[in-house]
């Protein structure tokens, strides 16, 4: 293979990446829309009616985010959060690939800081 057809086949495999990576992007929002927005608002703030009521954590806030361990947020978001009186304070999202989870905690780390 000659240097050009190299150049050709390497110049798709990157716009096929960035595709995919858009793509992925496109679905992890509309994911964190479809099951976080609720509470956590669309700006990660969780400034919202049932975000005050639960206590939503403001994922804007480098303080905030700086205390959030990724594993810790995984665990929240595959088996769900009580509070110490047992009450539940988010669903589990057992559905939810291994992929997925990871993709939402990378997305919450991703709201514009303070």
Not at 44 to 69: H, I, N
Not at 70 to 97: C, H, N, Q, R, V
């Amino acid at each position: 293979m000659n240097s050009r057809n190299k150049s050709i086949l390497l110049g798709i495999a990157m716009l096929l990446g960035v595709a995919m990576a858009a793509t992925q992007a496109e679905d992890v929002k509309a994911l964190y829309e479809k099951e976080c927005a609720k509470c956590h608002g669309s700006d990660g703030k969780g400034d919202t009616k049932m975000g005050k009521k639960l206590g939503a954590k403001d994922y804007t806030d480098p303080g905030v985010l700086a205390k959030m361990k990724d594993d810790a947020a995984f665990k929240a978001i595959k088996e769900g959060l009580k509070d110490k009186a047992d009450k539940t304070l988010m669903k589990p999202y057992s559905d939810l690939t291994d992929d997925q989870i990871k993709s939402l905690v990378a997305f919450m780390r991703a709201f514009p800081k303070k």
